[in-house]
């Protein structure tokens, strides 16, 4: 038996240790990501976060009700009255569709799981998905290591975390492991080439599409790297394998989702990916024609092509100009246009940048999403150019363009997280190999052979005997390759491509003398300390990565908690206002607010509300924001027309709750103008500042919203003074009564403020009497006489 037989077996069962070793870190992996995202339910309870979740767990307890048939034709009266809201045609189906697979499972296999547990964990199930679907992509560009590397990394990182833990029910969720996934296929049908793979893709895809908005960062980035490698000279039969079915079928099946619909098509966020297809059928066509043709014919055939390429690029241009000129953002969305120019909502879509998701990131925030691994992507992407591939730049590619979206919209910061991860991955997955390398050669280096029977002096003088016959069997080598190339050269013509055979000679005796230098390593103590230092490194980041899942994003904001001296206080005043609503008020009642309180007004309170957080109709919220700031009376007048019957307000000056309607009125005053424009921002402030004290101005202290944050404030603080803590200082307006509204429930918070408005007054019919003073019968006027004729 050679000694290759016998390596073999050790060598099957080690990769077998392996592919064991690996999957059983994968799974370990998986279990960490989803108990890490728990800490909400420990330390709270099982329930829905935030306010675009409760909109999603609604739409899920309809599906799993009435249908997945009743779900595309709903038609929800309770929202944006009176106009109404077709869900299955205004909603990504992608989130709902899933949890109500799971919940259809679970009770088939019975499982007693109610609708709301299994949207509360549907998020962390899907984060060990992400992990190990950035686990496939990472070894698809650097192999096993730094792909369980990186799918660590992405478990834990607190940017994904803030988006994924038990019960954040949002789109997100489920849109990264979609996102990733379809990267991952991407990268493999680029290596293989297989069709097999290009279906799948366009399978993800069409998934990702009907998660998130965020799938136009799909077939955007893409395209890109395609163009990137056409232009680069690194096009392929697998590249083109891997975009064109991507393409087609990606677009027909985005096509079906309703609420893209043509918009696969006809929008300008789509046109990138279309031109890049034309431009590969145009490349594939001139190497086929380049294998086929002699290369006077190709030269002829490349003219051609040129000339019916151009125009056909020309007529397609003035098609796209001709589409996207008939649209005042250019076949833009607002929210592309917004990424694109940082400055434009400002200026021209005030709704978009009200949101504080949608502001730019400070540079604190990248260390509390991403910490160290900001440190370690410079590394990583130096170690994806050695070497060079088509996969090394695709995720390279993916760096750039989220740093960019998220250094322009805060939320972005968790389409940055599995970039950052994978190259943080590939960082530490290079750095650790080349450190254990080293002390691995360090530790085998053989001791110089000192047999105990051979003398000193015998051994210094075999010594020299073994090295000369080393060298002289490395000498005998050398020449002999030397005169193999030397009789090539002289046997192959002199004018004959004399100087190619040179170098190819010369190149690969360069090869060989490359393979036999000995690997550069580092010293043992250097090695040593190096992976001290990086478990130091991982230590510190899986203890910012815990403190940021129980502390900073765990905390519900139904649920609010405060740490005193006396110890932890509870504030529940959002579902104690939506528990009032729902048992003191008619069920057909209309309930107007803040748009940022319409989901969770429906779903816990059950009530039809006037706008909701989709913001599909910027009138209908600047009509809401024009009655929070007119005076009372317009006021009720506003709400009168829209049938309303109770308004509520989210008030923190009693409790220091910043989030509150007072800090964001300024936006319902801009969103307001935009529309109506006889409401000024410049008349609520005061030299060009906000204030809410006795320098406030006139119409700032007679708006509504002031007198319904600010209605007997001054009797419920203890000095009587009305002191907010929020704005720090004391109200201007302290004593007033209310003429058009009546209060009638406080939380006991004070945190959310119930009003209901007043019926109008009684009218008489006809004209109304006049009261005049009696008269004396002196003064009195005769009657006048009836005549027989017409009326004068």
């Given at each position: 038996?050679?000694?290759?037989?016998?390596?073999?077996?050790?060598?099957?069962?080690?990769?077998?240790?392996?592919?064991?070793?690996?999957?059983a870190?994968?799974?370990?992996?998986?279990?960490l990501?989803?108990?890490?995202?728990?800490?909400?339910?420990?330390?709270?309870?099982?329930?829905?976060?935030?306010?675009?979740p409760?909109?999603?767990?609604?739409?899920?307890q309809?599906?799993?009700?009435?249908?997945?048939?009743?779900?595309?034709?709903?038609?929800?009266?309770?929202?944006?009255?009176?106009?109404?809201?077709?869900?299955?045609?205004?909603?990504?189906?992608?989130?709902?569709?899933?949890?109500?697979?799971?919940?259809?499972?679970?009770?088939?296999?019975?499982?007693?799981?109610?609708?709301?547990?299994?949207?509360?964990?549907?998020?962390?199930?899907?984060?060990?998905?992400?992990?190990?679907?950035?686990?496939?992509?990472?070894?698809?560009?650097?192999?096993?290591?730094?792909?369980?590397?990186?799918?660590?990394?992405?478990?834990?990182?607190?940017?994904?975390i803030?988006?994924?833990?038990?019960?954040?029910?949002d789109?997100?969720?489920v849109?990264?492991?979609a996102?990733?996934?379809?990267?991952?296929?991407?990268?493999?049908?680029?290596n293989?080439?297989?069709?097999?793979?290009?279906?799948?893709?366009?399978?993800?895809?069409?998934?990702?599409?009907?998660?998130?908005g965020?799938?136009?960062?799909?077939?955007?980035?893409?395209?890109?790297?395609?163009?990137?490698?056409?232009?680069?000279?690194?096009?392929?039969?697998?590249?083109?394998?891997?975009?064109?079915?991507?393409?087609?079928?990606?677009?027909?099946?985005?096509?079906?989702?309703?609420?893209?619909?043509?918009?696969?098509v006809?929008?300008?966020?789509?046109?990138?990916?279309?031109l890049?297809?034309?431009?590969?059928?145009?490349?594939?066509?001139?190497h086929?024609?380049?294998?086929?043709?002699?290369?006077?014919?190709?030269?002829?055939?490349?003219?051609?092509?040129?000339?019916v390429?151009?125009?056909s690029?020309?007529?397609?241009?003035?098609?796209?100009i001709?589409?996207?000129?008939?649209?005042?953002?250019?076949?833009?969305?607002?929210r592309?246009?917004?990424?694109?120019?940082?400055?434009?909502?400002s200026?021209?879509?005030?709704?978009?940048?009200?949101?504080?998701?949608?502001?730019?990131?400070?540079?604190?925030?990248?260390?509390?999403?991403?910490?160290?691994?900001?440190?370690?992507?410079?590394?990583?992407?130096?170690a994806?150019?050695?070497?060079?591939?088509?996969?090394?730049?695709?995720?390279?590619?993916?760096?750039?363009?989220?740093?960019?979206?998220?250094?322009?919209?805060?939320?972005?910061?968790?389409?940055?997280?599995?970039?950052?991860?994978?190259?943080?991955?590939?960082?530490?997955?290079?750095?650790?190999?080349?450190?254990?390398?080293?002390?691995?050669?360090?530790?085998?280096?053989p001791?110089?052979?000192?047999?105990?029977?051979?003398?000193?002096?015998?051994?210094?003088?075999?010594?020299?005997?073994?090295?000369?016959?080393?060298?002289?069997?490395?000498s005998?080598k050398?020449?002999?390759?030397?005169?193999?190339?030397?009789?090539?050269?002289?046997?192959r013509p002199?004018?004959?491509?004399?100087?190619?055979?040179?170098?190819?000679?010369?190149?690969?005796?360069?090869?060989k003398?490359?393979?036999?230098?000995?690997?550069?390593?580092?010293?043992?103590?250097?090695?040593?300390?190096?992976?001290?230092?990086?478990?130091?490194?991982?230590s510190?980041?899986?203890?910012?990565?815990?403190?940021?899942?129980?502390?900073?994003?765990?905390?519900?904001?139904?649920?609010?908690?405060?740490?005193?001296?006396?110890?932890?206080?509870?504030?529940?005043?959002?579902?104690e206002?939506?528990?009032?609503?729902?048992?003191?008020?008619?069920?057909?009642?209309?309930?107007?607010?803040?748009?940022?309180?319409?989901?969770?007004t429906?779903?816990?309170?059950?009530?039809?509300?006037?706008?909701?957080?989709?913001?599909?109709?910027?009138?209908?919220?600047?009509?809401?924001?024009m009655?929070?700031?007119?005076?009372?009376?317009?006021?009720?007048?506003?709400?009168?027309?829209?049938?309303?019957?109770?308004?509520?307000?989210?008030?923190?000056?009693l409790?220091g709750?910043?989030?509150?309607?007072?800090?964001?009125?300024?936006?319902?005053?801009?969103?307001?103008?935009?529309?109506?424009?006889?409401?000024?921002?410049?008349?609520?402030?005061?030299?060009?500042?906000?204030?809410?004290?006795?320098?406030?101005?006139p119409?700032?202290?007679?708006?509504?919203?002031?007198?319904?944050?600010?209605?007997?404030?001054?009797?419920?603080?203890?000095?009587?003074?009305?002191?907010?803590?929020?704005?720090?200082?004391?109200?201007?307006?302290?004593?007033?009564?209310?003429?058009?509204?009546?209060e009638?429930?406080?939380?006991?918070?004070?945190?959310?403020?119930i009003?209901k408005?007043?019926?109008?007054?009684?009218?008489?019919?006809?004209?109304?009497?006049?009261?005049?003073?009696?008269?004396?019968?002196?003064?009195?006027?005769?009657?006048?006489?009836?005549?027989?004729?017409?009326?004068?």
């Open positions: 038996m050679t000694a290759a037989e016998r390596a073999s077996p050790s060598k099957g069962r080690g990769g077998a240790f392996a592919a064991i070793l690996s999957f870190t994968l799974l370990l992996i998986g279990i990501a989803f108990s890490i995202r728990l800490f909400s339910v420990i330390k709270y309870e099982s329930v829905i976060h935030e306010f675009d409760y909109f999603n767990y609604r739409v899920t309809y599906l799993s009700k009435a249908g997945i048939y009743e779900f595309w034709n709903w038609f929800d009266d309770r929202t944006w009255y009176p106009l109404g809201r077709v869900i299955g045609g205004t909603v990504y189906p992608g989130l709902t569709l899933t949890a109500g697979t799971m919940w259809w499972v679970a009770n088939a296999l019975n499982i007693p799981l109610s609708v709301e547990t299994v949207c509360v964990f549907t998020a962390p199930v899907f984060s060990a998905f992400a992990a190990w679907s950035t686990y496939a992509l990472t070894k698809e560009v650097k192999g096993v290591g730094a792909g369980l590397t990186a799918a660590a990394l992405i478990a834990m990182v607190p940017s994904y803030s988006r994924s833990v038990a019960g954040s029910y789109n997100e969720g849109a990264i492991f996102l990733v996934f379809t990267f991952y296929l991407y990268l493999k049908t680029l293989t080439g297989s069709l097999f793979y290009a279906t799948l893709n366009a399978l993800a895809y069409f998934y990702m599409v009907c998660s998130w965020g799938y136009t960062f799909i077939i955007n980035l893409i395209p890109m790297h395609v163009l990137l490698c056409i232009v680069t000279g690194r096009y392929s039969s697998r590249l083109y394998i891997a975009y064109v079915p991507l393409v087609i079928l990606g677009t027909l099946l985005a096509a079906l989702v309703p609420v893209v619909g043509f918009n696969a006809m929008t300008s966020e789509h046109f990138a990916s279309f890049v297809f034309v431009i590969i059928q145009v490349v594939a066509l001139v086929y024609i380049k294998r086929i043709l002699t290369q006077k014919a190709f030269r002829v055939a490349v003219a051609f092509v040129l000339t390429g151009t125009v690029a020309l007529t397609l241009i003035g098609v796209l001709a589409l996207v000129a008939t649209s005042p953002t250019k076949g833009w969305s607002g592309s246009l917004s990424l694109l120019d940082p400055t434009y909502a200026k021209y879509i005030p709704i978009i940048a009200s949101v504080s998701e949608h502001q730019p990131p400070t540079w604190p925030s990248y260390f509390m999403d991403i910490n160290i691994l900001a440190f370690l992507v410079p590394a990583g992407i130096i994806c150019f050695l070497p060079l591939s088509d996969s090394s730049t695709f995720v390279v590619l993916y760096l750039v363009t989220a740093v960019y979206f998220s250094g322009v919209m805060v939320r972005l910061m968790l389409v940055l997280a599995p970039a950052a991860c994978i190259m943080s991955g590939i960082a530490l997955s290079e750095a650790f190999g080349t450190l254990t390398h080293s002390i691995k050669y360090q530790l085998d280096l001791d110089p052979p000192a047999p105990p029977a051979v003398t000193v002096d015998q051994a210094a003088s075999s010594t020299p005997q073994v090295s000369s016959v080393t060298a002289a069997a490395d005998t050398e020449k002999s390759t030397s005169e193999k190339a030397k009789e090539t050269l002289r046997e002199v004018k004959r491509n004399r100087k190619k055979e040179r170098e190819i000679i010369e190149k690969s005796v360069e090869k003398a490359q393979k036999k230098k000995p690997p550069q390593v580092l010293p043992l103590e250097a090695s040593a300390v190096g992976i001290v230092l990086l478990l130091l490194l991982g510190f980041y899986v203890i910012h990565c815990v403190w940021a899942a129980a502390e900073a994003y765990s905390a519900p904001s139904i649920v609010l908690t405060s740490h005193t001296a006396d110890g932890l206080h509870v504030f529940d005043d959002f579902r206002a939506y528990a009032w609503l729902s048992h003191n008020t008619d069920e057909n009642d209309k309930v107007a607010s803040w748009w940022d309180y319409g989901y969770q429906t779903a816990m309170a059950n009530r039809t509300v006037i706008v909701d957080n989709n913001t599909w109709n910027n009138t209908h919220i600047a009509t809401v924001g009655a929070m700031s007119s005076p009372e009376r317009q006021a009720w007048e506003i709400y009168q027309s829209l049938d309303v019957k109770y308004v509520f307000v989210i008030f923190g000056g409790v709750y910043p989030s509150d309607d007072i800090n964001k009125f300024l936006w319902m005053v801009r969103i307001g103008g935009g529309v109506f424009p006889h409401i000024k921002e410049p008349d609520y402030l005061r030299d060009g500042q906000y204030r809410i004290d006795g320098q406030a101005t119409t700032m202290l007679n708006s509504l919203m002031y007198k319904l944050s600010y209605y007997r404030f001054a009797e419920a603080t203890m000095d009587g003074k009305g002191y907010d803590r929020v704005r720090r200082t004391e109200i201007g307006k302290k004593f007033f009564k209310l003429t058009h509204f009546e009638v429930f406080t939380t006991h918070h004070w945190m959310v403020r009003y408005l007043k019926p109008p007054k009684n009218r008489l019919r006809g004209k109304n009497k006049r009261k005049t003073k009696p008269v004396s019968k002196k003064s009195r006027p005769t009657p006048p006489t009836k005549t027989s004729g017409r009326r004068n």
